[in-house]
């Protein structure tokens, strides 16, 4: 299984960004897919999780400001940032579960500045 994200970048306090991440491999019907983050010197966390029957779950962190999404014709989770603030500055990686394995993403840098 290969994960490829794309869409980090440089956006100002209060804008907003889109992420994509797109899976090939041996996808099964079954999984799930998500989005999680590590700021400098921080651990990795949790950003979003959407299960292959629609099921999401948030950190409190970025409810109400984030949405995750997911096209399963194409095997590609989304995350639509909204509201972005300097502490949502990380690099960000997708995530992919299935049968008891887990596979992650190259990572994109998300990095909100004025």
């Known amino acids: 299984v290969q994960l490829q994200a794309s869409g980090g970048g440089l956006v100002q306090p209060g804008g907003s960004l889109r992420l994509s991440c797109a899976a090939s491999g041996s996808i099964f019907s079954i999984n799930t897919m998500g989005w999680y983050r590590q700021a400098p010197g921080k651990q990795r966390e949790m950003v979003a999780r959407?299960?292959?029957?629609?099921?999401?779950n948030y950190a409190d962190s970025v409810k109400g400001r984030f949405t995750i999404s997911r096209d399963n014709a194409k095997n590609t989770v989304y995350l639509q940032m909204n509201s972005l603030k300097p502490e949502d500055t990380a690099l960000y990686y997708c995530?992919?579960?299935?049968?008891?394995?887990?596979?992650w993403g190259q990572g994109t840098l998300v990095t909100v500045s004025s």
């Open positions: 995530n992919l579960a299935q049968l008891g394995s887990s596979y």
């Open positions: 959407i299960a292959s029957g629609g099921s999401t």
